[in-house]
């Protein structure tokens, strides 16, 4: 589901936030098992982080770039995943983890599925903040046919339910400068991961 502009009366109150988290655990681009360096470059708050290297996947409690516990969770973040998850039909969505993408002009994430959480049965809530994207989403193959879905400023998109595992993916950002973020678009992703 998506939730055209659901996010934009938090926006005053998600930016400082977001100023705090990055303060303590700084945006960086991080390595696939594959050897791929992203061009994503990713920070999380809440008491899981997702992180990649070249052994896997994984959640961590610590951020493994500065040794100490990742950001804590600020209190908008979790009204905002709680209440659109609620919004989309997911009552009592208390995610653990959020983890927070930076784009800048030709970043991209290619297809995948969000599968290293503990939990299937709740659902992902995604907020895109900053320049437009076209966000695909697909199915539960990544070689089923995708949909194309713009995403705008403001825009929350939600998938759970039989949709939790369908793979998605973001395609290389054009620059077109946002009035409040300039030439970056800022994504963050909850998840119940333990
Ligand atoms: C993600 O799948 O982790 C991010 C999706 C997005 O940036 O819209
Ligand atoms: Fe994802």
New binding site residues.
């Given amino acids: 589901m998506v939730l055209r502009g659901f996010a934009l009366p938090y926006v005053p109150d998600l930016m400082p936030a977001i100023a705090g988290i990055e303060t303590t655990s700084p945006f960086r681009h991080m390595v696939t098992p594959g050897g791929f360096t992203m061009s994503v470059a990713l920070t999380n708050c809440g008491a899981l982080g997702w992180t990649t290297d070249r052994r896997g996947y994984r959640y961590t409690t610590v951020d493994p770039d500065t040794g100490k516990p990742w950001p804590v969770m600020p209190e908008v973040f979790f009204r905002l995943a709680n209440e659109a998850a609620a919004e989309a039909g997911f009552d009592d969505f208390e995610p653990d983890a959020c983890l927070l993408n930076r784009y800048l002009p030709g970043s991209r ?1 290619a297809l ?1 599925q ?1 599968k290293n959480e503990q939990a299937y049965e709740t659902p ?1 809530v995604s907020v895109s903040l900053g320049m437009r994207a076209t966000f695909l989403f697909g199915g539960h193959a990544r070689t089923a046919p995708t949909i194309k879905v713009p995403l705008h400023h403001g825009d929350v998109v939600v998938w759970g339910g039989a949709d939790r595992l369908r793979y ?1 993916g973001v395609m290389p950002i054009k620059d077109a400068p946002h009035a409040l973020l300039g030439s970056q678009r800022i994504n963050f ?1 909850f998840r119940k991961a333990a």
């Fill in positions: 994430l995948h969000d992902i998605h992703t």
